[in-house]
């Protein structure tokens, strides 16, 4: 019975530590662009990562936690804009063909990502 009443205030414990670490985030929260819902996803892959990597018990979980860090380093292309802030960077002179050629870049990074993240989310688990 103790032990029992000891699992639950410690778990417990740790909601109120997971809420508290999700404040700042879901303060900046907006629900008028994407960039906000990848900023979600990025939080939680980045808790998931660093916990797989540290205290992950199963056989792989050392390459599942370089999946996470692949799928955050896909984000990180997603949320900067990098094909399309990559063409701003590159040149004085913007043209259609040049801009369009960047989004067409930076939309097949969003669907390797979701792809990605659809292929291998079901093993991240510990």
Do not use: C
């Not at 809420?19 to 979600?40: A, F, G, V």
């Not at 916990?51 to 992950?56: H, L, M, N, P, T």
């Amino acid at each position: 019975m103790l032990t029992s009443l000891k699992r639950k205030i410690r778990r417990f414990v740790y909601s109120i530590k997971k809420l508290w670490k999700w404040i700042p985030i879901i303060w900046k929260d907006r629900d008028w662009d994407y960039w906000y819902i990848y900023e979600m996803i990025k939080y939680k892959l980045e808790d998931m990562e660093a916990y797989i990597r540290k205290d992950g018990i199963h056989v792989n979980n050392k390459h599942e936690a370089d999946k996470i860090k692949t799928a955050l380093n896909l984000l990180y292309i997603l949320q900067s804009e990098h094909y399309i802030q990559e063409y701003y960077d590159s040149t004085d002179k913007f043209t259609m063909k040049g801009i369009n050629k960047a989004i067409a870049k930076q939309d097949k990074a969003h669907r390797i990502f979701f792809k990605f993240l659809d292929h291998n989310i079901r093993n991240w688990w510990d």
